[in-house]
């Protein structure tokens, strides 16, 4: 299996763009996660899918965050417009079920908001 | 409040050391355990887990961890580290019974001088 795939790997973008993240989950995983990663705040855990629903969406940092999973094999991260301080690593995660499994991580995006 | 507590934020060490990193758990109920690495560059890798049976579990790259219940804790161990162990650590458990959601641990830099 290829993994969790994540796109692109590194984005750069002035501050007001609209950006987006995309993530492929491993096949057959029902479970996907997306974290973000900063040196300050550590590992936060921004939205959870399961089975395509949105089942927690606390994390979001505010309305300039959006998250879809229109299927089973895609899900994107948008931010519009982006800040500055959304500069960090954005993690995909996927896991086989809800409750209990190992999750995966994808190779993460670097976004770099200017 | 379900937390999860790594003791050391740095850790240094020279080659051929044996390590420990501490993790504390604080949650109402039966646990999942796991530790992850993440390689300097690199997404989450996941070392090692633990849900059930011996509470001495063995991982990828001679790590192992114990779950100590009455001590609510999780120590990840290797006897001689090597340079290529830098990395930074994560614990992270979850409920055997709620959630998908790991709580987290802070992280623990690990640091192998040559």
């Known amino acids: 299996d290829a993994g969790v795939i994540q796109s692109p790997r590194h984005e750069v973008t002035e501050m007001g763009q609209e950006v987006t993240l995309r993530c492929k989950p491993i096949s057959g995983h029902n479970s996907l996660f997306w974290y973000r990663q900063t040196m300050m705040r550590g590992l936060e855990l921004l939205i959870y899918?399961?089975?395509?629903?949105?089942?927690?969406d606390s994390g979001m940092p505010e309305d300039r965050f959006s998250a879809k999973m229109p299927n089973a094999s895609f899900s994107t991260l948008k931010i519009q417009p982006s800040e500055p301080r959304d500069s960090a690593v954005y993690f995909c995660?996927?896991?086989?079920?809800?409750?209990?499994?190992?999750?995966?991580f994808g190779p993460g995006t670097r976004l770099t908001v200017l | 409040a379900q937390s999860v507590s790594q003791h050391n934020h740095h850790v240094i060490l020279s080659e051929a050391a044996s390590l420990e990193l501490g993790c504390n758990y604080s949650y109402g109920g039966t646990v999942n355990l796991f530790w992850y690495v993440q390689y300097p560059g690199q997404h989450l890798q996941l070392l090692l887990k633990y849900f059930s049976g011996d509470p001495l579990v063995k991982g990828i790259k001679g790590f192992e961890a114990e779950f100590i219940k009455s001590k609510f804790s999780f120590n990840l161990r290797k006897p001689s580290v090597q340079w290529s162990d830098t990395a930074e650590y994560f614990c992270?458990?979850?409920?055997?019974?709620?959630?998908?959601?790991?709580?987290w641990g802070a992280g623990t830099k690990l640091i192998i001088k040559p």
């Open positions: 995660a996927s896991s086989p079920s809800q409750n209990t499994d190992t999750q995966y």
């Open positions: 992270a458990v979850n409920g055997k019974d709620s959630n998908y959601q790991l709580i």
């Open positions: 899918f399961n089975n395509n629903v949105p089942i927690d």
